[in-house]
């Protein structure tokens, strides 16, 4: 039995984590650790788990109690929380923040994008960086064509997002009456997650150096991901079609569909379903994601699961939100 334990565990990633691990059947959930909610009960802050747990936030990290830590803390705090204590070399840790997606080559992490990244996950990783949402969802959806060297032209994604992907703390752009009913560009062409990836772009096809022209677009729903990538490709469309169901044929969460996707394939799941067009000498690549869980908490499991050397799909067999 592995068992595990959270740092900062009372936002929405961590809220859809504690769901998982506590229906795994190879893991014990030891501790949530809030210093905000020590004492209350975990039921009180993420209410669906009511009757599901009994756990109690606490203020302390007993490391011995457990095999694998999850930060779920805002960016920022998960390098300084590890720099503060001495996590137990035994105990693998996988940071659900931005802290560690950048290599610096002194932190030993690896970028936990399993799709990518599962054979240094199976063979001794130790520390994870878990990628970013809309990173997750536009990764997938470029990936491929990487993998085969083609990505040679402007690339040009824009991504909406649900209100969840903000966080749990209120702020005026998640306010219900500004949010529902409404649709806004953010961060266009600047958002945080285009260097991490650049970083795996530039490492799966050496000498990439196309540009990525990415807006970012808040939507009026919660959660769940929807990103259309379009480039100039001379490929034809059954060329691209191969390449895609050839790249993910042995991998369990990331699907390539005939028709088009929308968010109700994929929302309360771990799966990624991506449909490929092409319009003239556009290719249009449409990658859908649940924000929460495979843009967070679900690849968070599915590295755990790496990691001990489970099957890739324990824990994580869930039902889309589809009605």
Known sequence: MIRAGI??????????????LINHPDVELAWVNSTSNAGNLVSDVHQGLIGETYLRFTDSTAWDEIDVLFCCTPHGEAKRFLAANDVPERVKIIDLSMDHRLKDGSDGFVYGIP?????????????????????????????????????HSPIHV???????????????????????????????????????????LEEVQGGFGSEINFIPMRGPFARGIMAVVYMDSSLDL??????????????????????????????????????????????????????????????????????????????????????
């Open 7 to 20: 740092i900062g565990g009372a936002g929405y990633t961590a809220g859809e984590l504690i769901r998982l």
């Open 115 to 151: 799709e990518y990244n599962r054979k240094a996950l199976v063979r001794g990783a130790t520390k994870v960086a878990n990628p970013g949402c809309f990173a997750t969802a536009i990764e997938l959806a470029l990936l491929p064509l990487a993998k085969a060297m083609k990505l």
């Open 158 to 200: 824009t991504a909406i997002t649900g209100s969840t992907g903000a966080g749990v703390k209120p702020s005026a752009t998640s306010h219900f009456s500004w949010r529902n009913n409404n649709v806004s560009v953010y961060k266009p062409l600047t958002h945080q997650h285009l260097a991490e990836i650049r970083q795996l």
């Open 238 to 323: 059954s060329q691209v079609r191969h390449l895609y169901e050839e790249f993910y044929s042995d991998h369990n969460f990331t699907f390539v569909s005939e028709r088009p996707v929308d968010l109700k394939d994929v929302v309360n799941t771990n799966k990624c379903a991506i449909h490929i067009d092409k319009v003239g000498d556009k290719l249009v690549i449409t990658s859908v994601i649940d924000n929460l869980l495979k843009g967070a908490a679900g690849t968070a499991v599915h590295n755990m699961n790496l990691l001990f050397g489970l099957q890739e799909r324990v824990g994580l067999i869930l039902k889309p939100s589809a009605f």
